[in-house]
């Protein structure tokens, strides 16, 4: 049995959750599937399944390597299967990650198309606003929007978010709706930051293509866009959005556009994936169809002009 079928069985046993399981499916004795699994944990030093008389689990150590082999099982089918054409050319798992809101409302819904083409692929999409790290948790590519921050990763600028200003009509009815930014002194702002204890930028607008930022009082500073939306929503601040989440809200009332002369800077939207010589298919396909996604329904094109406000604590998620 060479290491590529073990591999297989050790995958199998975490999948079904049990050797009898296991062997069953592959049509091997329960025998040869647990001492296939006693090698590989021997050669490794470590144990990989914690087992019980009702069930196995993997443990921490077996859990790091299920990822992997997950990974290297999938590029050997790709390998093999190089030369092939048509719609089952591409198999295997692929994992990214990208900030819930743009999950939501913008990749998920259109996502059944990219799996008629390709039936054959598995799709692990984590949505979050915090910043993973794509090495060690082993993600494929991830969708950042916001300013990058230096590293060996390699990306590619997709254009930017248009943003707006917005407040709820009740929010509105109670303060006033400003017309122009010294009104903006009684007024309050929802605040978003990356992690708490960061300073916020207060309101951002442009001015004469300057990216500039006033600080604002506010009660409530949240941390992902969900939380954003709905602090928009009950009525505890002015929030800048991206016009993507918000032009749904303002369509049915629930928000208002206020301040459109001052508006903040757009966001950069990048793609980013750490560099290796040669890409698998099913990433390199997934990355070309969510590139013209994203360009084709709310990425912009990149103005010449209204570089962002320079904050070194800004925020590095995006309330999308």
């Known amino acids: 049995m060479d290491s590529l079928d073990t591999l297989r069985i050790f995958l199998r046993v975490a999948d079904l959750g049990g050797f009898a399981r296991a062997s069953a499916s592959l ?58 054409r048509g719609e089952h050319a591409l198999k295997g798992r692929l994992r990214v990650d990208m900030p819930a809101g743009l999950a939501q409302q913008t990749v998920l ?20 606003d915090r910043r993973v790290d794509i090495v060690r948790e082993g993600f494929d590519c991830v969708i950042r929007v916001g300013p990058l921050e230096d590293s060996s990763l390699v990306a590619r600028p997709l254009g930017v978010l248009p943003l707006l200003n917005c407040a709820s009509p009740g929010y509105l009815r109670q303060y006033g709706t400003p017309l122009t930014l010294a009104e903006l002194r009684t007024h309050r702002l929802v605040h978003f930051v990356g992690t708490f204890g960061q300073r916020a930028a207060g309101f951002e607008y442009v001015e004469d293509g300057e990216a500039k930022a006033l600080p604002m009082q506010g009660a409530v500073t949240v941390n992902n866009g969900q939380s954003y939306e709905a602090a928009a929503l009950a009525g505890l601040g002015i929030v800048q959005a991206p016009a993507h989440t918000m032009r749904g809200l303002i369509a049915a009332g629930k928000l208002v556009e206020i301040l459109p002369t001052f508006l903040p800077p757009p966001m950069p939207v990048a793609l980013l994936y750490a560099q290796r010589r040669n890409l698998p298919l099913r990433v390199r396909a997934f990355m070309e169809w969510v590139t013209a996604l994203l360009t084709q329904a709310i990425v912009k094109p990149a103005p010449a002009s209204a570089t962002p406000v320079s904050n070194p604590s800004a925020p590095p998620a995006d309330p999308t």
Request: glycine share 4%; hydrophobic share 40%.
């Open 27 to 84: 049509e091997l004795s329960k025998a040869a599937v647990s001492m296939a699994v006693q090698r590989l944990e021997a050669s490794l030093d470590t144990q990989l399944f914690h087992r019980t008389t009702r069930k196995v689990q993997l443990t921490p150590d077996g859990h790091a390597f299920y990822e992997r082999a997950r990974d290297l099982l999938d590029d050997m089918d790709e390998l093999h299967g190089m030369f092939r």
């Open 109 to 128: 819904p259109r996502l059944p198309e990219f799996l008629a083409a390709h039936p054959d692929l598995q799709i692990e999409i984590s949505g979050t």
